[in-house]
Structures are given as C-alpha cells and as structure tokens.
C-alpha cells in the first residue's frame, strides 16, 4: 500500500531528503555505513533510539556534535550510561537518528521514522535516500537503513518506495587485508628466526 502525499508533501519530503542526504555528507557519512550500521536486535535498536531522542535535548552536547561533526564518546557515555564501547559501536547509527530528530528541518522524515509499518512480507518499504544502478536505498518506519532491488517502477529520490531487502555483505577493507598479510609475514619471519636460532 502505497503513503499518500500531496504534491505539496512530496516536494517537502525531498527537499528534507536532499538537506538530510547533505548533511550526512558533512558528518563523512555515507549510505552505505548507515546500512552497515543499523543494529538487528530490537532492544539495541530500541535503545540507540532512546540515546538519539534524549541527546537531542542535551544543549551542551548538540553544540559539541554540530561544531566537531561527531560524537563526543565521553560525554555521551557518561552521560546516557552507557559503555564507550557501545557508544562507539552505534556511532554513525546514533549520529543519523540525532540528525532527524534535531529539529524541525526534517518533520517529515521524524514523522515518518516513528510510523508503523503496514508492509508484510518479503517486501520492505521506505522513503528512497540512495538511488544506484541496481538497488534503492531507504530509511524504513523502524529507522533502518536498507538497500532494496527495484520493483515494477524506478525509485525518485525522497519518493515512498517497495522492494525487496537486499542483504549487501560489507566487502573487507583493503588496510586490513595488507595489515593482517603483514601480521602473517612477521609471525612466518619470527617463527623462522627461532627454529635457525635454536638449530
């Protein structure tokens, strides 16, 4: 079942889209962490939205966040009691959430983030924040970020859309492959040095 916007909505909606979309830029955020961020388990995801909801209130805090373009994990642990771990973990996932419940700038996408979903099935429905070749990507009612295949029409940035959930496997980051290859190298090296030292 399709959101009925009026024209006048539509319009609204992707211009806090595009704003939205710009001001992630500006935090080095993209939508591709945002879908790699997003907790699976309902209590931590509960929970994160609790930490973005209540931040938004914290004075001191949004002042740190808009200047620095992160989060102060510090404060934010100390002051939701939470492990800086945890913080840290859900970072990106928190930052975003904060992002849209600032304010007013994105009422729309506020609104839309606390809606419950009536979509069920293999099916995923969302507002489209990420158009690429293959796939759309949305902000879904319970806040998640996802990549959905196309359907029977293309996506329009900032539209209501339904798809398909695509589960994108994160491709491992090239430093971490040269770092781990050069960990083994130094063990192979070291392992050698003692069995010609003790021969």
């Known amino acids: 079942m399709e959101r009925n916007f009026s024209l006048k909505d539509n319009i609204t909606l992707k211009k806090e889209v595009l ?6 830029d500006q935090f080095n955020i993209s939508f591709e962490s945002l879908c790699n961020s997003v907790p699976r388990i309902k209590h931590i995801k509960d929970e994160l939205f609790n ?9 001191e805090l949004m002042k740190i966040i808009m200047v620095k373009k992160s989060i102060p994990l510090k404060y934010l642990s100390h002051k939701k009691k939470h492990r800086k771990r945890f913080i840290k973990q859900w970072r990106i996932y928190i930052l975003a ?3 849209i419940f600032r304010g007013s700038e994105y009422s729309f996408l506020k609104s839309y983030v606390s809606m419950p979903s009536n979509c069920e099935g293999l099916n995923s429905e969302g507002i489209v924040l990420d158009i690429k070749k293959d796939k759309a990507g ?6 998640s970020f996802i990549y959905v295949s196309p359907s029977f029409h293309s996506p329009v940035l900032g539209s ?9 496997k994160v491709p491992l980051n090239s430093f971490r492959i040269f770092f781990t290859a050069v960990k083994l190298l130094f063990l192979i090296f070291i392992f050698l040095y003692i069995v010609k030292f003790n021969n």
């Open 19 to 24: 704003n939205y979309l710009e001001e992630l």
């Open 51 to 59: 930490i973005a909801q209540n931040s938004v209130n914290d004075k």
């Open 97 to 99: 959430l904060i992002l």
């Open 138 to 143: 949305l902000i879904t009612p319970q806040g």
């Open 160 to 168: 209501y859309y339904i798809g398909k959930e695509l589960h994108i």
